[in-house]
C-alpha cells in the first residue's frame, strides 16, 4: 500500500466496500467498512463514482492485457521481418484496392453513421452518429472499446489532430468538443459561437481548429483558450464540409450553393470560387502531391519546371448530389475531368495513400475506386444494404472503413 497515495486509498478501499456490499457479501461488508475506517451504511454517503468502479477496472485491464499481448505478437512478426527481410506481397501497395467480403461489421450505434475516421498511429477506428455518440473501436480485432458521450444531438463530423493528441467533434447541438486522447479521451474544451448545426471540423494545426456550420460561416478556433480568433464568410447557404492542404496552406470548403471555395488562411482570402455542379456539393478533398503524376497524366498536362507546380493545394475533387465528383484545378478554377459513374448522391471522398486511386461512397449502396490515370472506376464495391455516409482509408495498415445509415461501420481488407 505503500505506493498509494491516501486519496488513492480511500478510493480503492470505497471501491472494495462498494463490491462487496453490492454483491451480496454484506457481512464481509461491515468487516471491511469497520477496519477500513469508513464511515458507517447510514453515514455513508458514497460518491455515483464508485458504483461497479472495481468491475469497470477490472475489465479494462483484461482488454488491456489482451492488447498487449497483440502487440507483443505483432512486434516478435516485425523484428522477425527486420532479421529476415519483409515478406513481400504478391500485389505493389499501390494497387491493393477493398475487397469484399469486410473483416468486420461493427454494430452498437442506434441511428445512422455520419463519420469514420482512423487515428493517425493507433489501430484504433472513430465512429460518429446520429445518436449523439462517438463510438471507439479497434478495427484490426473488430473490438469495440468505449462510447464518448456528451453531444446532445446528432454528431455530424469528427476529426484527429495529425499526430493523433486530440479528437474533436461538431454536431447539431451547436457546439464542438475536444477529447483528450492520452486521457482515456475526456472531454476536456467545449466550443461555442455557431448558431446553426455545426457540419464539419478540420485540424490546421494542433492548436488551431476550423469549422464549418449552417449558418453559413467558417471559424477558427484557438485551441489554447478555446476563443473564436477569425469568422469567415462567403457561402450562401449552408457549408458542408471543409478540408485542409497538406502544408495547411488552403482550406476549402463546400456549400449547399453548389460551389466550393478555396480560402488561403493567413489571410482569409477566397483564391478560388469552384462552380459547375447542379446540385448540393456534399465534400471536398484535396488530392495529395503523392496524386499529382497520375493527375497529370489523366488531364494530359506536362509535367512542371522543376520546383513549380508542386505545391500541395494545386487540385481539389469535390463530390455532389448530382452523382457527379468533379476535379478542378486551384489555380484557374476551371474543371479538369469528371468522374461518373455513380447512382445517387456522392457523399464522401477519400485517396489512395500511393495517389493512384481515389475512393468514393454514395447513396447508391457502393463505394467506388477511381483510377487516376483513366478516370475509369477501377472497382465497385456493394458496401452496405443502405446509404453508404463515409469512407476513410488507414494509412498505418491496408485497411479501409465505411459507414452507413444501416447503423453499422465495416472494415475492409485491401489486398
Known amino acids: 500500500m505503500a505506493a498509494l497515495t491516501s486519496k488513492q486509498l480511500e478510493e480503492l478501499n470505497r471501491a472494495v466496500h462498494d463490491f462487496l ?14 477496519e477500513a475506517d469508513l464511515p458507517a451504511a447510514d453515514d455513508d454517503a458514497t ?6 468502479i472495481l468491475e ?29 527481410g519483409p515478406i513481400r506481397p504478391n500485389k505493389s501497395s499501390a494497387d491493393v484496392l477493398p475487397r469484399a467480403p469486410a473483416r468486420h461489421e461493427l454494430a452498437g450505434h442506434r441511428s445512422p453513421i455520419t463519420t469514420v475516421i482512423f487515428h493517425p498511429a493507433y489501430p484504433v477506428l472513430a465512429s460518429a452518429s446520429e445518436d449523439a455518440t462517438i463510438k471507439l473501436w479497434d478495427y484490426e480485432s473488430g473490438e469495440f472499446e468505449q ?38 479521451y475526456k472531454n476536456t474544451k467545449t466550443l461555442f459561437g455557431h448558431d446553426h448545426t455545426v457540419s464539419s471540423v478540420v485540424f490546421l494545426s494542433n492548436q488551431l481548429l476550423a469549422s464549418a456550420s449552417r449558418d453559413k460561416s467558417i471559424k477558427l478556433w484557438d485551441l489554447t483558450n478555446g476563443y473564436c480568433i477569425k469568422t469567415w464568410t462567403g ?63 489523366l488531364v494530359g498536362a506536362k509535367k512542371p519546371v522543376t520546383g513549380a507546380g508542386d505545391a500541395p493545394g494545386q487540385y481539389v475533387v469535390t463530390g455532389c448530389r448530382d452523382k457527379e465528383i468533379k476535379l478542378w484545378d486551384h489555380a484557374t478554377s476551371q474543371c479538369l475531368h469528371t ?24 447513396d447508391d449502396k457502393t463505394v467506388r475506386c477511381w483510377d487516376l490515370k483513366t478516370g475509369r472506376c477501377a472497382k465497385s464495391l456493394d458496401a452496405h444494404g443502405h446509404f453508404v455516409q463515409t469512407v476513410a482509408w488507414s494509412n498505418v495498415s491496408p485497411v479501409v472503413a465505411t459507414g452507413s445509415v444501416d447503423l453499422t461501420v465495416k472494415v475492409w481488407d485491401c489486398k
Open 339 to 362: 468522374f461518373r459513374g455513380h447512382d445517387n448522391w456522392v457523399r464522401s471522398l477519400v485517396f489512395h495513400p500511393s495517389g493512384k486511386f481515389l475512393l468514393s461512397a454514395s
Open 21 to 34: 456490499a453490492n454483491n451480496g457479501y454484506n457481512d464481509a461488508a461491515t468487516a471491511f467498512a469497520r
Open 147 to 184: 462510447t464518448l458521450k456528451g453531444h446532445t444531438k446528432s454528431v455530424t463530423n469528427i476529426a484527429f489532430e495529425p499526430k493523433g493528441a486530440l479528437l474533436a467533434s461538431c454536431s447539431s447541438d451547436l457546439t464542438i468538443k475536444l477529447w483528450d486522447v492520452a486521457n482515456d
Open 235 to 297: 457561402h450562401d447557404d449552408w457549408v458542408r464540409q471543409l478540408a485542409v492542404s497538406e502544408d495547411a496552406k488552403y482550406l476549402a470548403s463546400c456549400s449547399n450553393d453548389q460551389s466550393a471555395l478555396i480560402w488561403e488562411v493567413s489571410t482569409g482570402e477566397i483564391k478560388a470560387d469552384l462552380r459547375g455542379h447542379e446540385h448540393v456539393i456534399e465534400c471536398v478533398a484535396f488530392v495529395p502531391v503523392a496524386a499529382y503524376p497520375f493527375i497529370r497524366e
Open 47 to 52: 460518491p455515483q463514482k464508485y458504483t461497479a
Open 56 to 84: 469497470k477496472k477490472w475489465t479494462s485491464v483484461v482488454r488491456l492485457q489482451r492488447k498487449i499481448l497483440d502487440l507483443e505478437s505483432k512486434l516478435a512478426q516485425m523484428q522477425a521481418e527486420v532479421n529476415n
